[in-house]
């Protein structure tokens, strides 16, 4: 069954504004990542948090995760055209044989 | 210099055939995996292989079997085709810590499978 949720689920934005995703998951988890797929190609990872971190930033992105609320955001900042993608949250649960699980995906399109 | 390498891109066959999909990663990761995304992009596991040892077995028709000859391949025949096959298919590895904790997936570019 599916564990994270995105949303929205669609997005757009002019370049040079922010695009924040959020996705909630259902059950405890060991870490949190967030990848991108650009339209006909494979999933790059971007970035990892861990259940016992808050917050991550690389680069332009900053990613939060607030293990209460079973949430995490993604916050692209300075957004460009090249943004332009579908970004997917995905879970690794506590002792489960480290099996990514993802969500439906949020399609982001950057005006330029 | 690719890191996760699948082949064939396209696949177009026609329903009750047999075909495989080839995965090699180069990075010396332990573990393997295969996804299919459908049409509305949801990406599903189907199966992992750490150390050449079938450790995910999603629900998956035995249409579909995985064979790891080594740590570095792993790939994924499909008996008697059908429609519903029609998906892309991902291969993924990972570097698996001794608590089982997987760290960020590494990606093959898919093959898309079109059953006619």
């Known amino acids: 069954s599916q564990q994270g949720e995105e949303d929205p689920q669609a997005l757009s934005i002019q370049e040079g504004e922010n695009a924040t995703m959020n996705c909630s998951y259902k059950t405890s988890i060991n870490n949190l990542q967030w990848y991108r797929q650009n339209s006909g190609r494979g999933l790059v990872h971007l970035i990892l948090?861990?259940?016992?971190?808050r917050e991550k930033h690389s680069g332009r992105l900053r990613v939060t995760l607030d293990t209460s609320k079973k949430s995490s955001s993604l916050l692209i900042t300075a957004s460009r055209a090249a943004d332009t993608a579908s970004y997917f949250c995905?879970?690794?649960?506590?002792?489960?044989?480290?099996?990514?699980?993802f969500g439906k995906g949020i399609t982001l399109s950057v005006r330029p | 210099d690719t890191a996760v390498s699948q082949t064939p891109k396209y696949l177009v066959t026609q329903m009750g055939n047999d075909k495989s999909i080839k995965c090699e990663q180069n990075?010396?990761?332990?573990?393997m995996y295969w996804y299919k995304q459908d049409s509305k992009k949801f990406l599903k596991i189907m199966f992992s292989?750490?150390?050449?040892?079938?450790?995910i077995n999603e629900t998956v028709p035995n249409r579909f079997s995985p064979k790891s000859p080594d740590k570095a391949h792993l790939n994924l025949h499909i008996n008697s085709l059908e429609l519903g096959d029609s998906a892309v298919y991902f291969c993924?590895?990972?570097?698996?810590?001794?608590?089982?904790?997987?760290?960020?997936?590494?990606f093959g570019s898919g093959t898309r499978l079109t059953v006619v």
């Open positions: 993924a590895s990972s570097q698996v810590r001794s608590t089982g904790t997987g760290l960020g997936y590494t």
């Open positions: 990075l010396g990761h332990d573990t």
């Open positions: 948090i861990r259940s016992n971190e």
């Open positions: 995905a879970t690794t649960l506590t002792g489960a044989n480290s099996k990514l699980t």
């Open positions: 292989y750490n150390n050449k040892e079938l450790i």
